[in-house]
């Protein structure tokens, strides 16, 4: 969305504030022997004391009120009494919530406890990743330019990126033009960021593979097999400068 007017601005500032709060407590609350639908309605609770809505559940209807990734899920894990979290696990938090008609989208994975899996490198990469394509991003700068920066710091620590996931636009709906914001360089891609508009910038970092497949719940996209992927996503606004960083409270 562009940014029309003060109410606009700080009804992003708002619900911005909602979802980074709510994931930087969830990734503070989460612990093993934990259930991934425990945590979920941890962060449901924050949600509610902010007055905001998840995005994905109003939206979508998605079985969760956050998205929770364990592992060789990559993206959109459905919250389940099932799933116990362990020490070691790559877990990815993923919250997105609607305020007084205003949308925000934030993420971040994190190794729980020991890293027992040697995944810390690939934490450390996806969030290098963003803040360094994030500092690149104002108004004009090409789209594919800026997946290019992911793609090369991911390259460079050995690591490859997700090619069907993709950063979008967000403001007054979850998901907004420019559609696709991805990780990687495609010379396709004429778009170009504009100033005063709101956009999620993800990143996908992979140990394994380029593509997610789905786990067949209709929801979960799964990594390759013996693959992990981390992401890590913020809610900006662009301006012609270096962009504000509406979800910057997360902690990330």
């Known amino acids: 969305m562009s940014i029309e007017s003060e109410a606009d601005l700080i009804g992003m500032q708002n619900v911005s504030e909602a979802v980074a709060t709510t994931l930087k407590q969830m990734r503070e609350?989460?612990?093993?022997?934990?259930?991934?639908?425990?945590?979920d309605d941890f962060g449901y609770e924050i949600l509610q004391a902010f007055g905001a809505k998840s995005a994905p559940k109003v939206t979508y209807n998605f079985p969760g009120y956050t998205c929770i990734s364990v592992n060789n899920e990559a993206a959109h894990g459905i919250p389940s009494t099932d799933t116990v979290l362990q020490d070691g696990d790559l877990v990815n938090i993923d919250v997105s919530a609607e305020l007084n008609g205003y949308f925000a989208d934030n993420g971040g994975s994190?190794?729980?406890?020991?890293?027992?899996?040697?995944?810390?490198?690939?934490?450390?990469?996806?969030?290098?990743?963003?803040?360094?394509?994030?500092?690149?991003?104002?108004g004009g700068v090409r789209i594919s330019d800026i997946g290019r920066v992911i793609e090369t710091e991911a390259k460079k620590n050995g690591f490859k990126v997700i090619k069907n996931l993709v950063g979008?636009?967000?403001?007054?709906s979850l998901h907004e033009p420019p559609h696709e914001i991805p990780c990687f360089y495609d010379k396709y891609n004429t778009q170009r960021f504009k100033k005063n508009t709101v956009v999620a910038v993800e990143t996908f970092i992979s140990t394994k593979g380029s593509y997610t497949h789905e786990k067949g719940d209709g929801w979960t996209l799964l990594a390759e097999k013996g693959g992990f992927v981390a992401q890590h996503e913020h809610t900006i606004l662009?301006?012609?400068?270096?962009?504000?960083?509406?979800?910057k409270?997360?902690?990330i």
């Open 29 to 39: 609350y989460a612990k093993p022997g934990m259930t991934t639908k425990e945590l």
């Open 110 to 138: 994190f190794v729980l406890g020991e890293d027992v899996h040697g995944l810390n490198k690939l934490v450390e990469t996806s969030v290098a990743a963003l803040y360094k394509a994030l500092s690149g991003i104002k």
């Open 168 to 172: 979008h636009g967000v403001g007054r």
């Open 238 to 247: 662009i301006t012609d400068g270096e962009p504000i960083i509406l979800t």
């Open 249 to 251: 409270a997360n902690g």
